[in-house]
T-cell receptor, first 111, second 112 residues
Framework: KQEVTQIPAALSVPEGENLVLNCSFT??????LQWFRQDPGKGLTSLLL?????REQTSGRLNASLDKSSGRSTLYIAASQPGDSATYLC??????????FGQGTRLTINP | ETGVTQSPTHLIKTRGQQVTLRCSSQ?????VSWYQQALGQGPQFIFQ???????GRGNFPPRFSGLQFPNYSSELNVNALELDDSALYLC???????????FGPGTRLTVL
């Protein structure tokens, strides 16, 4: 059974810092890995999707990497801003669009 | 192009009651998936519908059931509500086989 773990559960940093969120998964037989953002009480917004054959994806200040063999992914956020405050969720697709999520990292950026 | 919408936004029910949640897919999408997100947890896959048929199910009991209609909108029905059913219920629509699913804003269900 696939299990996805995110570390840390919560993170608080001052504005302007670069930071890394971690995600690990137990079964490397995945189709892709996605990082989502969730604002309090809201739905999910897809940030980055990495296909199983890819190593990384970038969008603006965000960069996500994938190491399938070790079952790990990282989300790097450069020059953090207060508007980046949210919960970040990592999810792997096992096939047929079924996503298995981690429990999320709650990020707070302090002005 | 309209996004994924869900109704109602919030709902309060008592234990033992039944509830129906609704989801309107994004235009052109023929697949809808439902997820349950308990407070402080990541979403968990309930089931997926494709062209009005169930197309995969997670580890949820039969009292969780669904429907998909010819216009690809969908319902999630939960019978015999339990306190642990309190959660944010999310639906996501996509085209079958596509990488990206688009999530709705969710329905917050509270069971008292």
């Amino acid at each position: 059974k696939q299990e996805v773990t995110q570390i840390p559960a919560a993170l608080s940093v001052p504005e302007g810092e670069n930071l890394v969120l971690n995600c690990s998964f137990t079964d490397s037989a995945i189709y892709n890995l996605q990082w989502f953002r969730q604002d309090p009480g809201k739905g999910l917004t897809s940030l980055l999707l990495i296909q199983s054959s890819q190593r990384e994806q970038t969008s603006g200040r965000l960069n996500a990497s994938l190491d399938k063999s070790s079952g790990r992914s990282t989300l790097y956020i450069a020059a953090s801003q207060p508007g980046d405050s949210a919960t970040y969720l990592c999810a792997v697709e096992e096939g047929a669009q079924k996503l298995v999520f981690g429990q999320g990292t709650r990020l707070t950026i302090n002005p | 192009e309209t996004g994924v919408t869900q109704s109602p936004t919030h709902l309060i029910k008592t234990r033992g009651q039944q509830v129906t949640l609704r989801c309107s897919s994004q235009s052109g999408h023929n697949t809808v998936s439902w997820y349950q997100q308990a407070l402080g947890q990541g979403p968990q896959f309930i089931f997926q519908y494709y062209r009005e048929e169930e197309n995969g199910r997670g580890n949820f009991p039969p009292r969780f059931s669904g429907l998909q209609f010819p216009n690809y909108s969908s319902e999630l029905n939960v019978n015999a509500l339990e306190l642990d059913d309190s959660a944010l219920y999310l639906c996501a629509s996509s085209s079958l086989g596509a990488d990206t699913q688009y999530f709705g804003p969710g329905t917050r269900l509270t069971v008292l």
